[in-house]
């Protein structure tokens, strides 16, 4: 028999010590507090405990609940971090999910956890959010791909459509054209699609060229410094571009002194230019290929003139305006008596009517600012920070977090997977910068957190 202290079983520099320092989990108390009795049932185990558990899980990347019990029974330092002896009882591994299914489920106790330790990385000055990177990332469902029935869905409206349609009709009669009726919502279209028997919330999606799988998509928005402010979980067959709105209103909320976001392509539309540049902002966005034919003129071969409000072709020959349709895009057309005689028509059209339609959304305006910023030394350093902010995330958070693949199903647990994922990730950078705080002149910190991103631009510039 050996006596000994846990106290000393813990090695100074361990994470938990670490963690257990830099944050004070009785928050908790308060937030859940009208989720429990205090006069009626059985002394329920402690709410702070439960969640330090399901924290070990998210922070250690250990795949199950039942697995961290079993990790957390040999474990001195988990022991000591959830303030149990050696000898005490861990609670039972079907505790958590009991609790989950009858008190947290309808709670927003997830996305408190995950804004309490944001919020403290603010009050220490470690979050940088004068520039956003925003990214998305699929999570293969737990679900069979075989196992899945067609289902006839009703396209669901842009929501922006009202706006868009206001500003089609004020286009065309600017050009003396009939204002479009808005019909849509009388006859909603319809499409087929693959719905999972086992977890109809997730979505098909084509990994690839061949590939094709159930998942869910992630999605994110960090700083400079790598810090998660804020995700929101959706369908895997959902483009990336229609659960911008929500999430860029929610951070910018949050964060009012952002002044550029960094996009990848498929972020690329006119209507989030749009949001952002109206906003007062700036958007970062990378070089996008033009979708034309092999040996055919580009987009940037055609030269729009802004005055006469025309596009002038390769041979210098005019397409003048014809219309603007529903979709929010002005249709250009050249003359076929033209075009007929042409020695590249090869090379610009195959249409039989010898009529080459060339189109310009009504918010071309905002892409074209887009590019402007993409070539300016900001918009090229923000935009190079990427692999090492919102991609490293993701690598993390699949490499080291158990973030690659679930096994819940349902959209609610799937948020509720991302939000403690990330708050792990963000609390275990909280812990290290302030014990570097700790150590480390506060002149030297300032250099390193605020002047070393400055510095890389400048560099790449």
């Known amino acids: 028999?050996?006596?000994?202290?846990?106290?000393?079983?813990?090695?100074?520099?361990?994470?938990?010590?670490?963690?257990?320092?830099?944050?004070?989990?009785?928050?908790?108390?308060?937030?859940?507090?009208?989720?429990?009795?205090?006069?009626?049932?059985?002394?329920?185990?402690?709410?702070?405990?439960?969640?330090?558990?399901?924290?070990?899980?998210?922070?250690?990347?250990?795949?199950?609940?039942?697995?961290?019990?079993?990790?957390?029974?040999?474990?001195?330092?988990?022991?000591?971090?959830?303030?149990?002896?050696?000898?005490?009882?861990?609670?039972?591994?079907?505790?958590?999910?009991?609790?989950?299914?009858?008190?947290?489920?309808?709670?927003?106790?997830?996305?408190?956890?995950?804004?309490?330790?944001?919020?403290?990385?603010?009050?220490?000055?470690?979050?940088?959010?004068?520039?956003?990177?925003?990214?998305?990332?699929?999570?293969?469902?737990?679900?069979?791909?075989?196992?899945?029935?067609?289902?006839?869905?009703?396209?669901?409206?842009?929501?922006?459509?009202?706006?868009?349609?206001?500003?089609?009709?004020?286009?065309?009669?600017?050009?003396?054209?009939?204002?479009?009726?808005?019909?849509?919502?009388?006859?909603?279209p319809t499409k087929n699609t693959k719905m999972s028997t086992t977890d109809p919330d997730c979505g098909l999606f084509h990994k690839g060229e061949h590939k094709v799988e159930f998942a869910y998509t992630t999605h994110v928005a960090c700083d400079k410094h790598n810090f998660i402010l804020d995700c929101d979980v959706s369908a895997g067959n959902l483009h990336d571009s229609v659960m911008f709105d929500g999430l860029y209103r929610n951070v910018l909320a949050k964060f009012p002194e952002i002044e550029i976001a960094a996009l990848d392509s498929a972020y690329k539309t006119p209507w989030i230019m749009k949001q952002i540049f109206d906003s007062g902002r700036k958007a970062a966005t990378p070089y996008k290929r033009p979708m034309t034919k092999k040996g055919f003129f580009r987009k940037h071969d055609y030269v729009y003139d802004e005055y006469y409000d025309c596009y002038l072709c390769p041979e210098n020959q005019i397409l003048k305006y014809c219309t603007t349709n529903r979709d929010g895009y002005r249709e250009y057309k050249s003359d076929p008596r033209i075009c007929q005689t042409c020695p590249s028509r090869h090379q610009c059209t195959q249409s039989k009517n010898r009529v080459k339609v060339f189109t310009r959304h009504v918010w071309e305006d905002y892409l074209e600012r887009a590019e402007d910023v993409r070539y300016s030394p900001e918009g090229k350093g923000i935009y190079s920070m990427r692999g090492q902010t919102i991609e490293r995330i993701f690598a993390d958070a699949k490499e080291k977090h158990f973030m690659r693949y679930t096994y819940y199903r349902g959209l609610a647990k799937l948020r509720m997977q991302a939000l403690l994922t990330f708050a792990a990730m963000n609390l275990k950078k909280l812990a290290k910068w302030k014990k570097i705080k700790g150590g480390v002149p506060g002149f030297l910190l300032r250099f390193f957190t605020l002047w070393w991103p400055c510095l890389q631009i400048t560099c790449l510039a």
């Open 1 to 188: 028999m050996e006596i000994l202290c846990m106290e000393e079983l813990v090695p100074k520099d361990h994470l938990l010590r670490e963690i257990d320092q830099a944050i004070s989990f009785e928050f908790i108390y308060d937030e859940v507090r009208e989720l429990y009795c205090e006069e009626n049932g059985r002394p329920s185990i402690d709410p702070v405990v439960l969640f330090k558990i399901i924290l070990v899980k998210y922070i250690f990347g250990i795949r199950s609940i039942r697995q961290t019990i079993k990790e957390i029974e040999v474990n001195v330092a988990y022991r000591w971090f959830l303030g149990y002896g050696m000898t005490e009882q861990i609670p039972h591994f079907t505790t958590l999910g009991k609790n989950y299914e009858r008190r947290f489920a309808d709670s927003d106790i997830f996305e408190k956890i995950f804004e309490h330790i944001l919020h403290e990385a603010v009050r220490c000055g470690f979050v940088d959010a004068s520039a956003v990177f925003i990214d998305a990332t699929h999570i293969k469902a737990s679900a069979n791909k075989r196992k899945a029935v067609n289902r006839a869905v009703k396209v669901e409206a842009k929501h922006y459509h009202a706006e868009l349609m206001d500003e089609i009709n004020r286009d065309r009669e600017a050009h003396g054209k009939k204002p479009i009726e808005n019909n849509d919502e009388d006859t909603p």
